[in-house]
């Protein structure tokens, strides 16, 4: 069928994603589409970008405050600390994109609504997840987990 609309490099997984081991990512397929109404230029595209990092790294703050085991919390610090980085690249684009000189701080005052990676919110991830807040793996899943919702997100 692919190959007599044009397809030349098909590959056929036997037995279908029903048999696939893998991760895979979870949800609608038009989960977290609504962030997006298609008529985003470069500018609001990446401050979307940078609100979804921030609502991440907030979640990962509360945690590390929410936790009691000590590795837990610093975890959850570091991967805050990782969200940081990810905004600082995400402003570094935006500024060489536009060629506006922009601080972190009013790039953050102009994010309109709270949003996490991956269109969830983190009570959504939460209850997907339920990861065992004193597991370091558990935590360590949920954040890649979290990672590959936004991949698929942004491919989408």
Do not use: C
């Not at 609608?28 to 609100?51: C, K, N, R």
């Amino acid at each position: 069928m692919l190959k007599g609309k044009g397809f030349s490099d098909i590959y056929n997984l036997a037995g279908g994603i029903r048999d696939w081991k893998s991760p895979v990512a979870v949800g609608t397929p038009d989960q977290g589409l609504d962030l997006f109404d298609g008529s985003e230029g470069l500018e609001e595209t990446l401050l979307i970008g940078f609100a979804l990092e921030q609502g991440l790294r907030e979640f990962y703050l509360s945690m590390s405050s929410e936790v009691e085991q000590d590795d837990v919390a610093e975890l959850f610090s570091t991967l805050a600390e990782v969200e940081v980085r990810h905004q600082e690249q995400l402003l570094k684009q935006y500024q060489k994109m536009t060629g506006k000189s922009i601080s972190i701080e009013e790039f953050i005052s102009q994010i309109v609504q709270p949003m996490m990676e991956g269109g969830m919110s983190t009570a959504e991830y939460l209850s997907r997840y339920q990861p065992d807040l004193s597991s370091v793996s558990d935590i360590l899943s949920l954040a890649l987990s979290i990672e590959a919702q936004a991949l698929d997100l942004y491919q989408r």
